[in-house]
């Protein structure tokens, strides 16, 4: 089953994919899928995002081995859905989308065990989680100036059943901007896969229904500008588009 | 927690002293320069535990850093709010304690130093806003087992409180049920599993927490 969650018509909605192109709301109409607005698909509590999570993007940014996973957390002021528009801040140079398989958790886990892991998961949605380079500094890396900017992580469309998805470590990831491939990589290439996250990070934090865990992205992240169309697409998972827009959007003077 | 209903947001180094402490090392790698916008952090909803409960101290750490805080409740949506106005987004403060294992690098810590389950015990009462006239000259102090180990006061902020808003809106908006921690003091006194911890901040509140082996509690 793939759930979505929908503003339309004045409130907000559950949803199911019902025919191509259209959507069974929970109260039993039918409505197009360019009728709505898309939030993200479930709601959320703890965001955990990965860092540098797959060997080839460590390597494009230079990094080392790790002795353990780099973890961040983000903001709920970070998330929007499908079809959202996403600020690049005008004195930004390098600001760059990352396609990232997000795991949602369905239940409590605590200390669970790597076996048992696939047992706590609700399912999976898509994340395009900006980052803008600009604003690094090496102080709680990555810090959340960098990475917890408003609606700079979007998640969607879909919340696709765990029971829907046999094998997630065997995805295949892309992104396109403008329609042309920039990125491609599948999460068999994660350095550390989903239930092994999963039992890292119930060790020390309970997670809960509506955590979601952000696995990190392949390499092949370019600059992205205003007016670019950026659609971050798993196998098997959904299609999440996103428009990046300028500073003029959001009443911000631009000095050019 | 109702308390909380967004998020929970640390800030590092927001203490005159405690960036004094680092001295010459805020210029060297890895750090290279001192940091220019507020360095936040999250402290996420499974660390989150009331006045009174225990804070569960992992087998294999002698002692966690007790981290005194002034916690901002948002009473608004709050997105580039001038500091001369940023208190007016404020619904009131609360005494927070922003617990760590202890550790000395700032570049990248692992979420597991500061992220555990109970790491934030959190004041049950927010004291309104209109009773705190001044959140910049509010005396804070730790007690374990009832001595007084550390002495500090909100005016020796880097950010004052207004100016933390105004600087961290900037580049996200902070909404209501969010809660912005405005630094925490040099020198927090570690404390042991068997210990109580006790955080009072000037004119907002006590909270008070017994530490207790992890799997005891």
Same mark, same amino acid.
């Given at each position: 089953?793939?759930?979505?969650?929908?503003?339309?018509?004045?409130?907000?909605?559950?949803?199911?994919?019902?025919?191509?192109?259209?959507?069974?709301?929970?109260?039993?109409?039918?409505?197009?899928?360019?009728?709505?607005?898309?939030?993200?698909?479930?709601?959320?509590?703890?965001?955990?995002?990965?860092?540098?999570?797959?060997?080839?993007?460590?390597?494009?940014?230079?990094?080392?081995?790790?002795?353990?996973?780099?973890?961040?957390?983000?903001?709920?002021?970070?998330?929007?859905?499908?079809?959202?528009?996403?600020?690049?801040?005008?004195?930004?140079?390098?600001?760059?989308?990352?396609?990232?398989?997000?795991?949602?958790?369905?239940?409590?886990?605590?200390?669970?065990?790597?076996?048992?892991?696939?047992?706590?998961?609700?399912?999976?949605?898509?994340?395009?989680?900006?980052?803008?380079?600009?604003?690094?500094?090496?102080?709680?890396?990555?810090?959340?100036?960098?990475?917890?900017?408003?609606?700079?992580?979007?998640?969607?469309?879909?919340?696709?059943?765990?029971?829907?998805?046999?094998?997630?470590?065997?995805?295949?990831?892309?992104?396109?901007?403008?329609?042309?491939?920039?990125?491609?990589?599948?999460?068999?290439?994660?350095?550390?896969?989903?239930?092994?996250?999963?039992?890292?990070?119930?060790?020390?934090?309970?997670?809960?229904?509506?955590?979601?865990?952000?696995?990190?992205?392949?390499?092949?992240?370019?600059?992205?500008?205003?007016?670019?169309?950026?659609?971050?697409?798993?196998?098997?998972?959904?299609?999440?588009?996103?428009?990046?827009?300028?500073?003029?959007?959001?009443?911000?003077?631009?000095?050019? | 927690?109702?308390?909380?209903?967004?998020?929970?947001?640390?800030?590092?180094?927001?203490?005159?002293?405690?960036?004094?402490?680092?001295?010459?090392?805020?210029?060297?790698?890895?750090?290279?320069?001192?940091?220019?916008?507020?360095?936040?952090?999250?402290?996420?909803?499974?660390?989150?535990?009331?006045?009174?409960?225990?804070?569960?101290?992992?087998?294999?750490? %002698?002692?966690?850093?007790?981290?005194?805080?002034?916690?901002?409740?948002?009473?608004?949506?709050?997105?580039?709010?001038?500091?001369?106005?940023?208190?007016?987004?404020?619904?009131?403060?609360?005494?927070?304690?922003?617990?760590?294992?202890?550790?000395?690098?700032?570049?990248?810590?692992?979420?597991?130093?500061?992220?555990?389950?109970?790491?934030?015990?959190?004041?049950?009462?927010?004291?309104?806003?209109?009773?705190?006239?001044?959140?910049?000259?509010?005396?804070?102090?730790?007690?374990?087992?009832?001595?007084?180990?550390?002495?500090?006061?909100?005016?020796?902020?880097?950010?004052?409180?207004?100016?933390?808003?105004?600087?961290?809106?900037?580049?996200?908006?902070?909404?209501?049920?969010?809660?912005?921690?405005?630094?925490?003091? %040099?020198?927090?006194?570690?404390?042991?599993?068997?210990?109580?911890?006790?955080? %009072?901040?000037?004119?907002?509140?006590?909270? %008070?927490?017994?530490?207790?082996?992890?799997?005891?509690?």
């Amino acid at each position: 089953m793939r759930r979505a969650r929908v503003a339309y018509s004045g409130a907000i909605h559950e949803a199911t994919a019902a025919e191509d192109g259209v959507l069974r709301l929970a109260d039993g109409r039918f409505v197009r899928e360019d009728a709505v607005v898309w939030l993200p698909p479930f709601r959320p509590r703890t965001i955990v995002a990965l860092g540098l999570n797959y060997a080839d993007h460590a390597k494009e940014l230079a990094f080392n081995a790790q002795d353990e996973p780099l973890v961040f957390l983000k903001g709920l002021n970070a998330l929007v859905g499908h079809r959202a528009q996403t600020r690049r801040p005008d004195d930004a140079t390098f600001m760059h989308y990352e396609c990232e398989l997000a795991v949602v958790i369905g239940r409590p886990a605590r200390r669970v065990s790597r076996a048992a892991a696939y047992d706590y998961v609700a399912g999976y949605t898509v994340a395009n989680d900006y980052a803008i380079r600009d604003y690094l500094e090496n102080w709680y890396r990555p810090n959340l100036r960098v990475k917890n900017r408003d609606g700079c992580t979007a998640l969607g469309p879909w919340l696709v059943e765990r029971a829907d998805v046999p094998d997630p470590m065997r995805l295949a990831l892309r992104t396109t901007v403008n329609g042309k491939v920039t990125q491609e990589g599948n999460t068999r290439d994660m350095i550390s896969d989903v239930p092994f996250l999963i039992e890292y990070l119930s060790g020390f934090m309970t997670l809960d229904a509506g955590d979601v865990i952000l696995t990190g992205t392949p390499e092949g992240v370019v600059n992205v500008l205003p007016g670019d169309e950026v659609v971050t697409e798993i196998e098997g998972i959904g299609r999440l588009v996103n428009t990046i827009v300028g500073d003029e959007a959001f009443g911000r003077s631009v000095q050019r | 927690m109702s308390l909380v209903s967004g998020t929970l947001y640390g800030v590092l180094l927001n203490y005159q002293g405690a960036l004094a402490a680092l001295g010459d090392a805020v210029h060297q790698p890895p750090y290279k320069a001192p940091p220019k916008a507020p360095v936040l952090y999250i402290k996420p909803a499974n660390t989150w535990i009331g006045d009174g409960a225990p804070i569960p101290v992992p087998a294999d750490i %002698e002692a966690l850093q007790m981290g005194a805080a002034l916690g901002v409740v948002i009473g608004r949506t709050a997105c580039r709010v001038p500091a001369g106005a940023a208190l007016d987004y404020v619904a009131g403060y609360v005494v927070v304690n922003d617990v760590s294992v202890p550790h000395d690098s700032f570049y990248r810590p692992s979420i597991r130093l500061k992220c555990r389950d109970g790491f934030c015990p959190i004041g049950t009462r927010i004291v309104d806003r209109a009773r705190v006239p001044d959140p910049d000259a509010l005396a804070v102090r730790v007690f374990v087992d009832g001595a007084l180990r550390q002495q500090n006061t909100t005016a020796h902020l880097i950010r004052s409180t207004a100016q933390l808003i105004a600087d961290v809106t900037e580049f996200m908006t902070l909404s209501a049920g969010d809660v912005l921690l405005t630094g925490v003091p %040099e020198g927090a006194p570690l404390a042991r599993a068997g210990q109580r911890v006790a955080i %009072e901040i000037e004119g907002v509140g006590r909270l %008070e927490n017994p530490l207790v082996a992890e799997g005891q509690a």
